[in-house]
């Protein structure tokens, strides 16, 4: 049996940011993931992710602040960029069911310049889109990208580099709290912890069964596609912002990053699933649809070059866990809820805090195992924000 002072259990974005941040504060580190490091089977593959500071309440905009700076931090210790600004806008259709005041009183609240543009205002300064009448755009100018696959890579490489192991293909059977240590089991064997964070994505209700805590977790299987525009250097990241469609169903939208394609998806659009058991496999209805309606938006765009599918685990009311368990405070538990990634450099600090110091100066009340979204049986399930 061999111990550390915390075993991270699953490596996507934020297993790997908690890994380097635990291993960069001294602490023996192990990181176990079921699959191969870089897997495409979970949430923290492919290219881009959105990273910006517009969200629909203060608190979360107080933690896009943390977000650019720890990504600016992982950036200095690696020597990588891995922040690619673009500026950004939301699209509030008229009659939407998300309301533009809650981003606008956000924003506000926390001092973040922003404009509101009109269709007219938005085609002149970005004639590839085609908005309906009484759409409002809310722009703000350090929104941009971060990059999904080799961000996560770039966290792993540094918490090697800091002390902490990383091994693949290491399925976590169950966990078992004993006394002042909590046993990890494997095929391989069991180790010994002080401390472990549960951030398994997919996986994380059944790891939690046995310790007495039933989420009520929903598992998408969505799908990115990729378009061809005519005119690749239109779309350009100098010339094309990240956009949001901020109505139900929701979509987003890419510049070209790495390639000369745009990258689009529906939010929350995808059948339910499990981790275990889901396709993999390209959805054609899933791709019409987002197709018809990028031909309306963004006629430019072009055809379909490819589509990839991702899951989303998403919490009821969509908000993060992050948290010790209750009764169990040697286990802490993270979910991004289908919208971490631009905070997975912060993620992995934060939950190092709790998991070692029992909390942090970040205001993480909203995001207790013990919310009502997560223990009431009759919570109304809502997901879009």
Request: aromatic share 8%; with cysteine; hydrophobic share 40%.
């Amino acid at each position: 049996m061999s111990s550390y002072d915390l075993v991270v259990v699953g490596l996507g974005g934020l297993g790997s940011s908690t890994c380097w941040h635990a291993a960069r504060r001294g602490l023996s580190v192990l990181g176990l993931e079921q699959f191969e490091l870089g897997h495409d089977r979970g949430a923290s593959h492919d290219t881009s992710r959105i990273i910006r500071h517009s969200y629909h309440t203060p608190g979360y905009v107080d933690l896009t602040f943390a977000a650019y700076d720890d990504w600016a931090d992982l950036e200095d210790e690696t020597g990588e960029q891995l922040v690619t600004i673009t500026g950004g806008i939301d699209l509030f259709p008229a009659g939407g069911v998300i309301p533009i005041t809650d981003y606008t009183q956000s924003l506000a609240a926390r001092d973040v310049p922003y404009e509101l543009l009109d269709p007219a205002a938005v085609r002149q300064r970005w004639p590839q889109f085609r908005l309906p009448v009484g759409t409002t755009a809310l722009y703000q100018e350090r929104t941009g990208i971060v990059p999904a696959a080799r961000g996560t890579a770039a966290m792993q490489r540094a918490a090697v580099r800091h002390g902490a192991t990383l091994r693949d293909r290491t399925r976590v059977e169950s966990i078992v709290p004993r006394g002042d240590q909590v046993d990890v089991l494997t095929p391989d064997g069991v180790v010994s912890s002080a401390r472990v964070v549960v951030t398994a994505d997919a996986w994380t209700a059944r790891l939690l069964a046995p310790l007495g805590v039933d989420l009520p977790l929903s598992v998408l299987e969505e799908q990115v596609t990729y378009f061809t525009p005519d005119d690749p250097e239109s779309f350009s990241p100098k010339r094309f912002p990240v956009w949001i469609w901020m109505d139900e169903p929701c979509y987003y939208g890419f510049p070209t990053y790495g390639e000369a394609t745009v990258k689009a998806a529906q939010d929350c659009g995808g059948p339910e699933v499990s981790g275990d058991d889901r396709s993999g496999e390209p959805d054609a209805e899933m791709r019409e649809r987002l197709s018809r309606f990028m031909g309306e938006l963004l006629p430019g765009s072009g055809p379909v070059t490819r589509s990839k599918r991702c899951l989303y685990t998403l919490t009821p009311d969509r908000d993060f866990v992050i948290s010790r368990v209750p009764g169990n405070d040697a286990v802490t538990v993270g979910l991004g809820s289908a919208h971490a990634f631009k905070f997975a450099a912060t993620f992995g600090r934060l939950l190092t805090g709790v998991a070692v110091d029992g909390g942090t100066s970040a205001d993480l009340s909203g995001f207790a195992l013990d919310r009502p979204a997560l223990t009431d049986p009759d919570y109304v399930t809502h997901w879009m924000i």
